[in-house]
């Protein structure tokens, strides 16, 4: 049964009642509230003493991030299709444009290059024909290869430049790029190293050719047929460069002294996609085991990292496939990751976290190049029988300073950031209000900000639009219209970050930074503080029992029940500690005296 008081003057407490003294009076405070900040020196952006700030102005970390308690992971996100390699920068991404329709039917296999034009095969990875960068043309089929093309390789014998299409009947190579020769020597992947093409076929047997037309079997992967999927050059445990085969099962090193194949540490299980992606980039060697995964090897030191887009939370579940193939560029990986449930994309490795690059919906990439040609630095990529490129950049970009044609696409290229929790899921904060720099904004260039609460796949109907530059002021909970400055509660909360640019190719909204001023709120617990009159007995108990019993009730191991109120809702029974107790008595036998007691909540 709860405990009510329904007599002036008294309190419950531990199971005993107790007359007050003094004015009568239960005196209640708030006892949930953190301590206040200590700060010393100059103030910086967290001095606030009421609220603490979160600033998101660097997303060079990469993709991935799904939640952060606001100190690691700041310069992370949980997915952004906008260009994010930029420190203090947030802007649309490079344009993505479709070459010139080639008017042929069926993929578009392989693309290379030979004297800077484009090479590809296409209808079905049949037919060479002759792309030229700068007239955005075609021309004519140039030839008919014996297969379906399984790889391709430009390479300088000498002084002559050659483009070759691997097609498992033989591999087929041209001087010229338009008028091909056929060999009939078995190839799957080829590589160029030590002045030599090398090849290697589905069964594992490597070839060499030191003449062009020539081919000399040299080792066989001792692996079952159709377990190799890539042949390429990278170091080797002092640096010189070697032929690996990244296959279904690992790496193999090429050991050409006694013509062998070695497996590395570089091993997994079985996977028939696995080694698909594999490259040399930076000095390490990657490989792909299959899936989103990624491992970087650093042969010198024998490390092995995993570096994918599998790190953290991934990639959201439409992009998740398989990674197809690994291209290096001068700033960073590129991986081609196809097989999702909704979107094929290209993603760039930094060395530090992974960006976006291109998209091509369901539309599978069939094939992926990067290429100077033309004295035009492009990653090109085919699908459905087209194929669309877009810029690379050498060194370093300062989106303040260069000319970037961005991708004007409207309305759909966004960032999420991971949800933010304050580290503490379990207690509710309140999120006050943003602030948002920017700069490009006009009425053609707009950035607008959403958010949602407490893991919620849908994001709340109120956001911030911004059409002019400088530091944007937003209120919680109506971002739109600042109508209420109350805040809102969260367990947690992420925000949503779109840019727009409908008008000019060469203007990009640049969110420089998104800072949320937010507190952390408490539940509430309360504490009492009244004076109890042992001047005389009550209930029964004399004042020195009186007095054993508060004794008794301080010193107990656990919480006692406490209220002063008839209170017909019982919510105004507490459990509490007794934290203070200054008792003033008279000598002698009786200990009649005053009480002062405060007692809180836990």
Known sequence: ??????????????????????????????????????????????????????????????????????????????????????????ILPPDDDDAANPSVSGSIDEINEHAGLIVCALNGGTDAYIYTPGSDSWGGKVHDFPAQVTDSLNFTFGTTEYVAFAHTGGYSYSSNGTSYTDDTTDTLHMAFWDDRLWGIDNTG?????????????????????????????????????????????GLYAHDAANARFVRTKVAFPQNADAGKGAATWNGDIYICPGGMAVWRYDPTRGII???????????????RGKIDRLIPTHTGLLAVANGAASVNSIWSYSGIGWHWT?????????????????????????????????ELRVGEINPDEDTISYDQIVGTRHLLTPWFNAGQNEIDKTAIRIRVDVSGAGSNETVRVGYALDYSSSFESTETSINSSGVTTATFPDLGNNSSAAGIAFRAIRFRIILTSNVTATKTPDMKSLSLEWRRKIPPKYGFEFTLDRSESYGGKTPKEMKADLITAIETGTQVEFTFVDDDGNTQNYYVDVTNMEDVEDTGHGEIGQTRIAVVEA
């Open 205 to 249: 047997q490597l070839w060499f050719s030191s003449t062009i037309g020539v081919e000399v079997n040299d080792a066989k992967l001792p692996l079952p047929t159709g377990y190799v999927n890539g042949l390429f050059v990278g170091p080797d445990a002092a640096g010189e460069e070697i032929l690996y085969a990244a296959t279904e099962v």
């Open 305 to 319: 990292l995993s570096i994918g887009l599998d790190k953290g939370s991934g990639l959201p579940s439409a992009y």
């Open 1 to 90: 049964m709860t405990n009510r008081v329904s007599v002036e003057r008294e309190i419950f407490l531990n199971g005993e009642r107790y007359p007050l003294g003094g004015d009568g009076r239960v005196r209640t405070i708030v006892t949930s509230q953190y301590p206040g900040k200590v700060i010393l020196g100059d103030v910086d952006k967290d001095s606030n003493p009421r609220t603490s700030i979160i600033i998101w102005d660097d997303f060079t970390g990469g993709v991935g991030l799904y939640t952060t308690d606001g100190k690691e992971g700041l310069n992370r996100f949980a997915f952004s299709d906008l260009d994010t390699r930029y420190k203090g920068h947030l």
């Open 358 to 390: 291109a998209r091509e919906g369901s539309n599978t990439i069939e094939s992926a190049h990067v290429s100077a040609a033309n004295a035009t630095y492009r990653e090109y990529h085919a699908s459905l029988n087209r194929l669309r490129y877009s």
